[in-house]
């Protein structure tokens, strides 16, 4: 190929480079778009299996962390699944009355938030409950010291303690700050914050083993976070 055929041949190319990378983003979005309108409305969620030995934990018994799997965890899932359907029909049929829609959106919404809630405390479980140093450091700069945090955490699983409810280390995108959130239930989490740890307070997380004792279950919570999962988070 002589030099002006190798020029010819190199520019065409990076035309259609060019080309193609300037179509991409178009393509690209109108594909996420029509992904995004079918699974608004199809989308059925598949329980994810606990990620550790259910006779590795120490203080929290296999038969109630099976029954939180199985009973709570899993019919949450079901629970929306099914009322993804219902919605759909709801929204087909035009003498379905907004109320009765907003209804059901309500019910997915604290559906929702009870799955994903869920999948987080059992993804934050199954360790030995030691947090290294640089995850201690990273806590500390937010809260003066690693007890300061803990003691406020523990405060609140303790006062929701014979009710409902989670405690949540989150960060703040918005507010730029990492703090600890108490959430009255499954739809009360706090606008652009992520989970960086999730402790499940309602009674169904420890009666089986505990009764009424639920400072006896944080203590059983604090020995079994899983550090490591908690540090990819942050």
Same mark, same amino acid.
């Given at each position: 190929?002589? =030099? ?11 035309? @259609? ?36 030995? @259910? ?25 929306? +699944? +099914? ?6 029909? !709801? ?10 829609? +907003?209804? /059901? ?17 059992? !993804?934050? /479980? ?21 007890? !300061? ?10 006062? /929701? ?5 989670? @405690? ?31 402790? =499940? ?7 089986? =083993? ?17 550090? =490591?999962? @908690?540090?990819?988070? /942050?």
């Amino acid at each position: 190929m002589s =030099d002006t055929s190798r020029r010819e041949f190199i520019q065409v190319g990076a035309a @259609v480079s060019l080309l193609a990378s300037a179509a991409s983003p178009q393509r690209l979005e109108a594909a996420e778009e029509t992904k995004m309108t079918t699974t608004a409305f199809g989308y059925q969620h598949s329980p994810v299996p606990l990620p550790f030995d @259910v006779k590795s934990l120490k203080g929290i018994s296999e038969k109630l962390i099976q029954s939180h799997w199985e009973n709570n965890y899993s019919g949450a899932i079901k629970a929306l +699944n +099914n009322v993804r359907g219902r919605l759909t029909q !709801a929204l087909n049929d035009t003498n379905t009355p907004p109320y009765v829609y +907003n209804g /059901l959106k309500r019910e997915q919404l604290i559906r929702t938030g009870s799955v994903v809630l869920h999948e987080l405390y059992f !993804a934050n /479980l199954g360790g030995d409950g030691k947090a290294g140093a640089d995850l201690r450091t990273r806590v500390a700069a937010s809260f003066g010291s690693f007890d !300061a945090w803990e003691a406020e955490f523990r405060k609140i699983g303790q006062g /929701l303690g014979g009710g409902s409810g989670w @405690v949540v280390l989150g960060y703040n995108e918005k507010l730029k700050l990492l703090e600890n959130y108490w959430l009255a239930d499954h739809a009360s989490n706090p606008p652009q914050t992520t989970p960086i740890l999730v402790m =499940d307070m309602y009674e169904h997380a420890y009666q089986m =083993d505990y009764g009424a004792a639920a400072p006896k279950y944080i203590d059983a919570f604090f020995a079994n976070i899983q550090w =490591d999962a @908690v540090a990819r988070r /942050l």
